[in-house]
Nanobody, 114 residues
Framework: QVQLVESGGGLVQAGGSLRLSCAATGRTFGYYRMNWYRQAPGKEREFVASISRSGGSTSYANSVQGRFTISRDNAKNTVYLQMNSLKPEDTATYYC???????WGQGTQVTVSS
């Protein structure tokens, strides 16, 4: 069993930065590739970024490539999403997910004003 809790969302102006965190409980955190997804009002949930179990491999959606960085600290059971050069279209609720599982966090709201 893994429980995921996101934090770090908020209101920021366009061009600003935020760092999201996703803290996991359970001793199996390191077994999972971890993902970040987001969902804007009226839209489907979309993939944002993914990181391998060791942290050595990452992938990103084209829309965030070069602006967002995913990382993890397995000793702290935490995955991060550093978001730079934020745009209004990044406004969404951001969720972390343990890949290939039904483990999802409750989400954290990110709002980017123009």
């Amino acid at each position: 069993q893994v429980q995921l809790v996101e934090s770090g969302g908020g209101l920021v102006q366009a061009g600003g930065s935020l760092r999201l965190s996703c803290a996991a409980t359970g001793r199996t955190f390191g077994y999972y590739r971890m993902n970040w997804y987001r969902q804007a009002p009226g839209k489907e949930r979309e993939f944002v970024a993914s990181i391998s179990r060791s942290g050595g491999s990452t992938s990103y959606a084209n829309s965030v490539q070069g602006r967002f960085t995913i990382s993890r600290d397995n000793a702290k059971n935490t995955v991060y999403l550093q978001m730079n050069s934020l745009k209004p279209e990044d406004t969404a609720t951001y969720y972390c997910n343990a890949a290939d599982s039904n483990y999802w966090g409750q989400g954290t709201q990110v709002t980017v004003s123009s």
